[in-house]
């Protein structure tokens, strides 16, 4: 869909606002970006944290200096030594962060993407909301990235990472970047958000967990969430697989179980490919909610979103995909051509629960992140 004469991002985040549109009865604060674009009534101010202005504060951007002189591009940049862990923002709430952008020395060092991980930590909760590579977070699997643009991701050709998804907070909203390899990284940020919100009482934070299994465990399918308690909404994955065989690897369902769901889910797909919304085999054709960004060299990065088709949970959820694989000689030959197989395959899940809400799943070591990527 694209409306006549708009930009197609434009109309993009005019689409988008729709979706995450509140009605003024509930919201009447109205998020900026989310609603009428020409309202001016909306309480809400603006605000922007990078290393140029650590805090937001207000007047308080680019004081340090540059052979240029004061305010002349003295700290656009920082340096993240091996081991070492930045703050990028430290904000105090009502707020939402609306977007992040960064850049940085990973576009030479592409394992950098799996060694640096963000984390967010949500109303002053011991442990993370969020806890993921920054490639994954950033919408690109496997250490490997391409231009590419989403309703939740855009990705320039230099390794320009940009987040559009809104992280709302009550009290407090954190979030740490920590370099994890071995090497020293060059980070250019920027995160952009708004204070004085007025939230909906049962407000959901953003949530999201890593996982990868190289190789999968035969005839157990992959958790892409594994099992959480309370409300939430699934907004989505990216899905990272390094094949192992010649054959299709692509004939496994999604399954969602949720609220008492046992041995069978209440939501099941058809197939891989066509989970995100492809079919007959995979293209690397990246859509607003849905493709792939990557396809090559036997790895595959792609996508599902689903903000138009909301997946709702009132009490606990599950979401798992199979691992089944499609033997074309098997077919000619008469033989029935499906079959159980083991593939490398990661998960980069999104929803929004309420907190407190429990610890993520176990993440990866740096070892299990980047083996056998390069």
């Known amino acids: 869909m694209r409306i006549t004469g708009l930009p197609l991002h434009f109309t993009s985040i005019l689409l988008f606002a729709l979706i995450f549109s509140v009605p003024k009865s509930c919201n009447n604060s109205q998020k900026a970006g989310e609603d009428l674009l020409y309202d001016l009534g909306t309480g809400l101010v603006s605000r922007s944290i ?5 805090t937001g504060a207000p007047g308080e951007g680019g004081k340090t200096s540059s052979n240029l002189g004061v305010g002349r591009k003295g700290f656009p940049a920082k340096w993240i030594a091996p081991g070492e862990t930045v703050t990028l923002c430290n904000i105090k709430g009502p707020g939402t962060i609306r977007h992040i952008w960064m850049t940085g020395g990973f576009k030479d060092k592409p394992t950098a993407l799996r060694s640096m991980v963000i984390r967010a930590y949500w109303e002053g909760q011991e442990h993370p909301s969020i806890k993921c590579p920054l490639g994954d977070f950033m919408g690109s699997a496997n250490a490997r990235y391409s231009a590419y ?6 990705t320039g050709v230099n390794a320009a990472l940009n987040i559009w998804l809104p992280m709302p907070f009550q009290d407090s909203g954190k979030i740490t970047l920590s370099n994890e390899g071995e090497e020293g990284i060059t980070i250019f940020y920027q995160v952009d958000y708004t204070i004085g919100d007025r939230h909906p009482e049962n407000l959901g934070r953003l949530h999201v967990c890593f996982r990868r299994e190289n190789p999968t465990t035969l005839k157990k399918d992959f958790e892409i969430l594994p099992s959480r308690k309370g409300q939430g909404r699934f907004i989505g994955t990216v899905l990272g697989i390094r094949t192992f065989e010649e054959f299709w690897w692509g004939e496994g369902e999604i399954k969602i179980y949720m609220d008492g769901d046992t041995e069978f889910p209440t939501i099941c797909g058809t197939g891989s490919e066509d989970y995100v919304c492809l079919s007959y085999g995979m293209q690397e054709t990246p859509y607003m909610y849905h493709g792939c960004s990557w396809n090559r060299d036997g790895f595959v990065s792609m ?10 949970w009132q009490e606990e959820v599950r979401i798992t995909i199979q691992q089944i694989g499609y033997n074309w000689e098997y077919a000619q030959a008469g033989d029935p051509p499906l079959y159980e197989r083991q593939d490398d395959w990661s998960a980069t899940t999104f929803w929004y629960e309420s907190v407190p809400s429990d610890p993520l799943p176990g993440f990866p070591s740096l070892e299990v992140r980047i083996a056998d990527l390069y």
């Open 303 to 312: 996508y599902r979103w689903h903000l138009p088709d909301p997946i709702f």
């Open 50 to 54: 990078s290393f140029e202005n650590p």
């Open 149 to 154: 643009q989403s309703a939740v991701h855009s």
